[in-house]
Structure formats: structure tokens, C-alpha cells
């Protein structure tokens, strides 16, 4: 019989992985997963709650923190889209970039090595045809006929 310790047990369990890998990961997109773990783990216990209780006010709680949870999902998503284009990384160290001013930067005791940046490839003008050596494939006779 599953009991309301179990249900208990397996929301603390998602609540500490998602604290661990909150704490231990630098990748914004990572730390916003643990956090979105840790999320999930407390609507376990507020389900566990209202069921062990016999009412609704678990359920209802829980559907209010899942609305939240998709509401920051997308303004997450949209903070981690203005800061790659911003500074071509996601470690949580460029942050630092939109503090207050006048606020000291946090050290960083072990900084991320900087990914040299490539070019992006260019794609032909439209309307004009490619000549053969911007091709992305070689001709042949049957493909220019």
C-alpha cells in the first residue's frame, strides 16, 4: 500500500536532485531544469497533502504552481535568448553584465574558457544563381540539364 510517506519521499528526493544540480551547474539552461525540478517536487507534496486530507486544496494549489512554472518557463526561455545574443554564452557568470550600477562584480573563481567565434556561413543573393564553386554539392550533367 503506498502510503503518504512514499509520496513524500519521492517529492523530497526531486526537490534535493533539482537543489544539487541548482547548485553544482553553471549552464542557465541546466539551472533552470533543477529549478523547474525542485517546482515539481513541491507539487508532489502538495497532491500527497491534499489527498491525505481528502480535499481539493492540494490539487488547486498544485495547478497554481504549474501555471507559474509555464509563466517563468517562457520568461526564462526569453532572458536566455536576449543574454545568448548578447554575449554568445549561457554561463550564469555573464549575469554579472546587468547588475545595478555600482554594484562590484562577484569573482569568479574559475571562469569558463571563451569558445573561439567562427563566421557564419553567408547565403547567396536571391534571385541570382550560384556559381558553381559557392555550390553546396558538385554538378553533374544530369542536374544542369
Known amino acids: 500500500m503506498i502510503t503518504l510517506w512514499h509520496f513524500l519521499g519521492v517529492g523530497a528526493a526531486l526537490f534535493a536532485l533539482g537543489?544539487?544540480?541548482?547548485?553544482?551547474?553553471?549552464?542557465?539552461?541546466?539551472m533552470f531544469l533543477s529549478a523547474e525540478l525542485m517546482l515539481q517536487g513541491v507539487v508532489v507534496n502538495l497532491l500527497a497533502f491534499g489527498r491525505y486530507h481528502g480535499?481539493?486544496?492540494?490539487?488547486?494549489?498544485?495547478?497554481?504552481?504549474?501555471?507559474?512554472?509555464?509563466?517563468?518557463?517562457?520568461?526564462a526561455m526569453a532572458l536566455f535568448l536576449v543574454l545568448y545574443r548578447r554575449g554568445k554564452?549561457?554561463?550564469?557568470?555573464?549575469?554579472q553584465q546587468v547588475r545595478e550600477a555600482g554594484v562590484a562584480p562577484a569573482a569568479d573563481p574559475d571562469p569558463l574558457p571563451v569558445p573561439p567565434v567562427e563566421?557564419?556561413?553567408?547565403l547567396p543573393v536571391p534571385?541570382?544563381?550560384?556559381?558553381?564553386?559557392?555550390a553546396p554539392f558538385p554538378q553533374t550533367e544530369a542536374s544542369r540539364a
Request: proline share 6%; with cysteine; glycine share 12%.
Open 19 to 30: 537543489l544539487v544540480g541548482f547548485l553544482t551547474r553553471r549552464n542557465l539552461i541546466t
Open 55 to 75: 480535499t481539493l486544496s492540494g490539487q488547486v494549489t498544485g495547478l497554481f504552481v504549474i501555471t507559474v512554472a509555464a509563466c517563468e518557463a517562457g520568461l
Open 89 to 95: 554564452s549561457l554561463d550564469s557568470g555573464d549575469w
Open 119 to 122: 563566421d557564419e556561413p553567408k
Open 127 to 134: 534571385g541570382l544563381r550560384p556559381t558553381p564553386a559557392d
